[in-house]
């Protein structure tokens, strides 16, 4: 008999939650649920609960405080996943106050045996005991009986044929608890502050027999309960790049789609780069609508400018007869999974072939500032998953126009981009003129040339070379000095 | 609380009496209501969670029916259905009643505004209307 043993994985209910475990709970499992108060414990573990629970696979869920116990039912109440019909048919709350009166832990024990023996249930949850221990000893005495507890409670768990989950505060992750020895599943809830804004992340520090995703993975609770961002797999199309040329996309700017070397490649991100008012989003606004006139979907984050009172009337139409998705990422506090999330179900959801990021500064600033400091590598993995689904995509950046340095993103971002389009301010006759330029096409022949360019109503309109002009990427060019021969003639 | 379930908190009370019962048999039904309740309820929110509550409708019926102040001063660790037996016992069966009828639906809607109509409902189902009359509220598990 070499077979190895099945282990059937559980759907949690949780969005998200499934990824990050490599694919559901293991079946018979037992799993502590670690965090501070207010970490969302009991909502997660509610959560699962109810999406578990059954008739057949009946659910015991152990509470040891009196009154909370109607606390609990009632605010668990306002979670959709919260189902009054499945209470007393596929769930049963048990409440172990009387028993944990004056901290007798075995009486606590034997009752939960009791009950798991008469029940036979499918899911096990034991929420925290640490007040009543607290309130029953000393300090030092408290944390070793706790301990105790908690190991025997573990391997009474472990031996039940059922899933089972430990809820509690108590657990330090600086304490070797031999808990942790027992437990297969380890879920940490944390909620990270910085200044104003608090960000909950939840970790996997352990789940026994699968590859889960490592690291931290940020979650919001919202009124149907806990979403886990669990970040997109890696590219798998990254290796086609580079074979048979790929199909080129036109920007929609007359003339833009040459400076490109013929539109821009089907799959790149373009950097569109300049200084405020430059026409980034006029430019991004173009180019989907482009798509739209082509019969492709679009979808748009746009972090600029409320969507009601978007002055760019291109998009306004292109939202309003559909043909363009909105992303609201207007929510507090996000993470770029979070974001990515939104981005990749709206794409798939439309079918989307190009998507416009609108700025990559307005983005830096939604995001929780807990993020900010790891915004490169965030965005690259952005720009990597959005190339995993095959999107054209077009990211706008302000640029602070410098004129002593020649600069393309504010963040370095210039090497994870296919294509990098700048835009500038030059002076020429006491006028601010624009001029832009193709820096980059990866892979591709592209015009070197440096363009004036308007914006009208129908969007950017490019003008000639200022061939006579020199010192243009300076901001204050001069006319170049006119050959002696030439002025004698 | 609507009316349908004052009515149906009256019609239970009235099923367990029994008619033209003595104030000893209506003391009676109203202990054996409130085991059912305990019995449906200890297991959920603990013995103290029920008392507590029970104290609490006690409190506040006692403002119409004076004699059902019968709620203990301090935090109770149970019922106390001995107290209340015997202040029933001192009413005539038509004001027991009425007055007992009235904590029920006390009660019942202190739980309601806890977890909400549709969960209290479910938890007291057995209680007002159990399954066929003369077995316990709550089936023994396993």
């Not at chain 1, 290796?239 to 048979?244: L, M, P, S, T, V």
């Amino acid at each position: 008999m070499t077979a190895p043993v099945t282990i059937h994985r559980l759907a949690t209910g949780v969005p998200g939650l499934d990824t990050v475990l490599g694919g559901g709970l293991p079946e018979f499992s037992f799993n502590l649920i670690a965090g501070a108060p207010g970490s969302g414990k009991t909502t997660l573990a509610h959560q699962i609960m109810f999406a578990l629970a059954s008739p057949e696979r009946p659910a015991l869920y152990f509470t040891v405080l009196g009154e909370p116990a109607l606390k609990m039912l009632r605010y668990q109440q306002q979670f959709t996943f919260f189902d009054s019909a499945a209470i007393t048919t596929a769930i049963r709350f048990i409440n172990l106050s009387d028993e944990a009166v004056g901290g007798d832990l075995d009486r606590v024990m034997e009752r939960i045996a009791a009950e798991v023996q008469a029940a036979g249930p499918g899911l096990v949850f034991v929420d925290s005991f640490r007040s009543v221990i607290m309130a029953s000893a000393s300090e030092g005495t408290a944390t070793s009986k706790l301990q105790g507890f908690v190991q025997q409670l573990g391997v009474q768990m472990t031996s039940w044929q059922a899933t089972t989950f430990l809820i509690g505060e108590y657990f330090t992750e600086k304490d070797a608890n031999p808990v942790f020895t027992v437990a297969d599943g380890i879920f940490w809830l944390r909620q990270s502050l910085e200044r104003n804004s608090m960000v909950r992340k939840l970790e996997l520090m352990k789940m026994r027999g699968q590859a889960t995703l490592p690291g931290l993975h940020t979650f919001r609770i919202s009124n149907t309960g806990i979403s886990v961002f669990a970040p997109s797999p890696a590219a798998p199309n990254g290796e086609e790049r580079g074979r048979a040329p790929r199909p080129r996309l036109s920007t929609g700017v007359p003339g833009l789609d040459d400076m490109l070397g013929g539109g821009l490649p089907d799959g790149y991100s373009l950097l569109v780069a300049g200084p405020s008012g430059s026409g980034k989003s006029i430019l991004a606004a173009t180019f989907l609508a482009e798509g739209a006139r082509q019969g492709e979907r679009g979808v748009i984050a746009s972090f600029e400018q409320h969507p009601t009172q978007m002055r760019n009337g291109t998009l306004a139409n292109l939202l309003d007869d559909g043909s363009v998705l909105l992303v609201d990422s207007r929510a507090p506090d996000l993470s770029i999974d979070e974001i990515l999330l939104l981005l990749v179900t709206a794409i798939r959801r439309v079918r989307a072939r190009r998507v416009v990021i609108d700025s990559l500064s307005g983005f830096e600033l939604g995001l929780a500032p807990t993020f900010r400091d790891d915004f490169r590598e965030s965005l690259a993995r952005l720009v990597a998953a959005l190339a995993a689904e095959g999107v054209t995509v077009l990211m706008t950046s302000e640029l602070e126009d410098r004129y002593t340095d020649l600069r393309f993103s504010p963040y370095g971002t210039a090497f994870m981009t296919d294509a990098i389009i700048v835009q500038r301010y030059i002076e020429v006759d006491s006028r601010l003129r624009r001029v832009l330029a193709v820096v980059k096409v990866r892979g591709s022949a592209h015009s070197d040339a440096l363009r004036e360019y308007a914006i009208d109503d129908g969007g950017i309109v490019l003008g000639a070379m200022l061939p006579e002009q020199e010192g243009l990427l300076g901001g204050r060019p001069t006319r170049k000095p006119v050959p002696a021969g030439v002025s004698d003639a | 609380m609507t009316t349908a379930d004052s009515r149906r908190i009256a019609t239970a009370l009235a099923r367990r009496t029994g008619r033209g019962g003595d104030v000893r048999q209506v003391a009676d039904a109203i202990v054996a209501l409130w085991r059912d309740i305990e019995r449906q309820l200890t297991p959920i929110i603990g013995q103290r969670g029920v008392a507590a509550l029970h104290g609490r409708s006690l409190f506040l019926t006692a403002r119409v029916h004076p004699w059902l102040a019968v709620a203990p001063d301090r935090v109770a660790l149970a019922m106390d259905l001995d107290a209340l037996r015997a202040a029933v016992l001192q009413q005539d069966a038509a004001a027991a009643m009425h007055g007992c009828g009235d904590l029920f639906t006390s009660f019942h809607d202190l739980l309601s505004s806890m977890v909400g109509p549709a969960l209290t409902d479910r938890l007291l189902r057995d209680v007002w209307d159990p399954p066929t009359s003369g077995t316990p509220a709550q089936e023994p598990n396993g």
